[in-house]
């Protein structure tokens, strides 16, 4: 065992019987990189990483290149997932050195940590242009030994471009915003849409789950053809398609083909996360029982799959299980004959399956059927019904994938978010008991005493300082808890408000660093902008700080979300799927802020039926809040003097704290809704 056996990401754990001498990211490495004069060979992945797997089987697990490494490295393996800011830095250097990046990503430094060299997977002899990895190891120990201030001015002039790429921001007001912002970001996303296979660009294909919570804000607002249609196509596309995993709930990471047909098979808490909250928002604004479908099935995933027991979600599911990717999910056609019977034909004609298969694993030859729907899925045959027990229970039977099982406080929290909204549209109460309970556990484990968040919980242990995603994606459930749930989750929010102002502001430009100012010192601060598989934190902290504004008359809050968008206006609309996230903040400026408070006794019929008219609807921009008469004017000025008209539950409709006349039937609070989205378009 090396030194990764005690590490609390699975990743590092995965290669701690590697024969290379691997330190985890640190001090350590970098002073045996200085006492012994070699560079570092910085290695970056993730547990779910198909190539990562392939790599390491390919090179760390061979003694005679592990040798090589061990001679003239000192090597460092780190968790991206865990160590976001190292990967930020040196993806930048990578993409820099090669104009593209990805993992596993391989960094050469030197021992300041400053970047030389770099790439991502190297196989293990020359093949299809790329050198071997070996190959490659020669000829960067002979430029160490030979070339060395060569290397050093490269490794200067990269560190010096990384560092001006993170000094994004402005010292002035920035551009004017306008809805006009976010018309041009719809025409844009037209412009990118597959109209044949939904989704956006060509293959490969991602969910782009936040543009399309964009779109449907906007739908909710101004109902229109075009719009409808990006949006419907592209969910219907992906919940018939492999990327959706028909038999067992829950969205693999992205499809290789246009079609959405045969995806690269992990699975990411992230994802489901923000689906989920797609799917609901197209429930809520479409009414189509298909989307509900696909947020139970796959919040049923994460419940069943992915919880641990205390209360928190485990990161991914692998691509491979047995050494094949995808093997726990494809089907033969003999598999499905044996547990189909009599249903069979409609079985292969509803799943499109054929007895070669649509998938083959290019490695080991392994051959079936990914699972997808030929026809409507709002439309499933009683023979699917049927048999569709009988696959996911033989399922069950199968080596399952490997199972990423650390803690990742900002995907908790992004996923948090989605399971408190949808436990509160759908009326699902043990929904709710699960949101809460994860609630607790994140303040609770992933919280010092000293109320500094952390990152990474694994098997009880928590490390590493929290980054500001994790502090405005924590913020943003718990603003979302304290909407669907009770009002004094409020109190945690402001908290972790005031946390993430002062470790991550960026008071000269605006926006927020990635590292706390009690962080390690990197080569750079990092300071993360656009949107990619998850929002970034700059994203998030801006559309949270709005709806603490909203909710609490925060205006230092609202100010800092203001500068920061504005700062970026200029490129959002331009590039709506780099900041389609941020696009949420922008339509909360560009729109006075619809605030809701209903007051009523907790088990009073007459506030839940109130409570029903604002969640059966998808409200973009609004904040919303229900108390008991007489509480919770402490955390929100939407409560205070907030009386039960005679008596009875009643509702407030404002929008910057002017009101219309509170109301206590439905039907009225309906119309008010009705009148005040009207004057919103």
Not at 53 to 72: C, Q
Not at 258 to 281: G, I, N, S
């Amino acid at each position: 065992m090396n030194r990764l056996a005690d590490e609390t990401s699975p990743y590092l754990r995965q290669h701690a019987d590697n024969p290379v001498d691997w330190y985890p990211w640190g001090e350590e490495a970098f002073a045996r990189a200085r006492a012994d004069d070699k560079p570092i060979l910085l290695s970056v992945g993730y547990s779910s990483c198909h190539w990562c797997h392939v790599m390491a089987h390919e090179s760390f697990e061979d003694p005679d290149v592990a040798a090589v490494m061990n001679d003239r490295f000192v090597n460092v393996k780190v968790d991206r997932e865990e160590r976001p800011d190292v990967d930020a830095i040196y993806m930048q250097a990578v993409q820099a050195m090669t104009g593209s990046g990805g993992w596993p990503m391989t960094v050469f430094l030197d021992a300041e940590g400053r970047p030389f060299f770099g790439g991502t997977y190297f196989p293990p002899d020359d093949r299809q242009g790329m050198p071997g990895f070996v190959r490659l190891l020669d000829a960067i120990d002979d430029a160490w030994r030979h070339r060395r201030s060569e290397l050093g001015q490269q490794a200067e002039q990269l560190r010096q471009a990384i560092e001006e790429s993170t000094a994004i921001g402005a010292r002035g007001p920035g551009a004017a915003l306008s809805s006009a912002l976010l018309d041009q970001a719809v025409s844009s996303l037209h412009g990118q849409f597959d109209g044949r296979f939904g989704g956006f660009g060509r293959a490969p294909k991602f969910p782009q789950a936040m543009a399309l919570t964009f779109l449907l804000d906007q739908a909710a607002l101004q109902p229109a053809p075009e719009i409808l249609e990006m949006v419907t196509v592209s969910l219907d596309a992906m919940a018939a398609g492999g990327i959706y995993d028909q038999v067992g709930g829950g969205f693999h990471r992205y499809s290789v083909d246009a079609h959405w047909l045969v995806p690269h098979f992990e699975k990411m808490l992230y994802d489901q996360a923000l689906l989920v909250r797609a799917y609901l928002h197209a429930w809520l604004v479409t009414g189509s029982d298909r989307y509900r479908r696909v947020v139970e099935e796959t919040i049923t995933y994460v419940l069943r799959d992915l919880r641990h027991a205390d209360g928190g979600f485990f990161s991914a599911e692998d691509a491979d299980s047995e050494g094949v990717e995808g093997r726990f999910y494809v089907w033969s056609l003999e598999e499905l004959e044996a547990l189909s019977g009599s249903d069979l034909a409609d079985i292969v004609r509803y799943y499109g399956v054929t007895a070669r298969g649509n998938f083959e694993d290019p490695h080991t030859g392994f051959r079936g059927n990914i699972l997808h729907a030929v026809g409507p899925t709002d439309d499933i045959p009683d023979a699917v019904v049927r048999v569709l027990p009988r696959l996911f229970a033989a399922r069950e039977q199968r080596v399952r994938p490997g199972l990423d099982d650390k803690v990742l406080l900002a995907w908790n929290a992004l996923f948090l978010r989605s399971l408190a909204e949808a436990a509160d549209a759908l009326g699902r109460d043990d929904w709710m008991d699960a949101a809460r309970t994860n609630a607790r556990f994140l303040l609770r484990e992933l919280r010092r005493d000293d109320g500094r968040l952390l990152r990474s919980w694994q098997d009880g242990r928590a490390n590493l300082l929290g980054y500001a995603e994790d502090y405005a994606a924590l913020l943003e459930a718990l603003l979302t808890m304290a909407e669907v749930d009770d009002v004094g989750w409020l109190a945690h929010a402001r908290e972790i408000a005031d946390g993430l102002v002062a470790l991550f502001a960026d008071d000269e430009r605006g926006g927020f660093y990635t590292t706390g100012a009690d962080a390690e010192a990197l080569i750079v601060r990092p300071k993360d902008v656009q949107d990619n598989a998850t929002p970034s934190e700059n994203s998030l902290a801006a559309d949270g700080l709005l709806r603490l504004a909203a909710l609490t008359g925060d205006a230092d809050a609202a100010g800092r979300a203001e500068r920061w968008v504005a700062t970026l206006a200029p490129v959002v609309a331009e590039y709506p799927t780099a900041f389609a996230f941020l696009l949420e903040a922008v339509g909360r400026l560009v729109r006075p802020p619809l605030e809701i408070a209903i007051v009523g006794d907790p088990d009073d019929p007459a506030r839940a039926a109130l409570v029903d008219v604002v969640r059966d609807r998808l409200l973009p921009s609004s904040v919303r809040v229900a108390a008991t008469p007489g509480s919770g004017a402490e955390l929100t000025p939407l409560l205070a003097e907030r009386a039960a008209a005679n008596g009875r539950a009643t509702a407030y409709v404002c929008q910057q704290f002017a009101c219309e006349l509170p109301v206590t039937e439905p039907g009225a609070l309906r119309e008010q809704l009705d009148a005040v989205l009207a004057r919103r378009r």
